[in-house]
């Protein structure tokens, strides 16, 4: 990172995509394609309707998904990610990475740390 800690946009960042559901979402739509709100709805099955609309407008405000509502009858409304919202991969891809890397570490610290006692 360059500049200085101060200007550091991490915190931004995060608050973009942090949260339980938001990675889930992204993931989701990244790796599935667009989907309707009840089949988002049916791959989360913990989430609440509240929830998952919430999540969604706020992704939506952040151009990082786009809803798009087809005039029927019952409405149909579908999400996918922008083209935008598509620069996350890479990101995501190295947070998964270094998630299962965490993992192991943590088991292996698990190891240790009986040995020790």
């Given at each position: 990172?360059?500049?200085e800690v101060s200007q550091c946009r991490v915190e931004e960042a995060l608050g973009i995509v942090v949260g339980k559901w938001k990675?889930?979402?992204?993931?989701y739509l990244l790796h599935e394609g667009t989907k309707r709100f009840?089949?988002?709805?049916?791959?989360?099955?913990?989430?609440?309707q509240k929830m998952l609309t919430k999540q969604l407008r706020e992704l939506e405000e952040e151009d990082i998904i786009q809803r798009v509502?087809?005039?029927?009858?019952?409405?149909?409304?579908?999400?996918?990610m922008t083209?935008?919202?598509?620069?996350?991969?890479?990101?995501?891809?190295?947070?998964?990475?270094?998630?299962?890397?965490?993992?192991?570490?943590?088991?292996h610290m698990g190891i240790v740390e009986k040995q020790a006692k």
């Open positions: 990172m360059e500049g990675p889930v979402i992204i993931l009840s089949e988002l709805k049916r791959s989360m099955p913990g989430i609440t509502v087809y005039p029927q009858v019952p409405p149909k409304v579908e999400y996918s083209d935008y919202g598509r620069t996350l991969s890479p990101i995501l891809e190295a947070m998964h990475e270094w998630g299962t890397h965490h993992v192991v570490h943590k088991q």
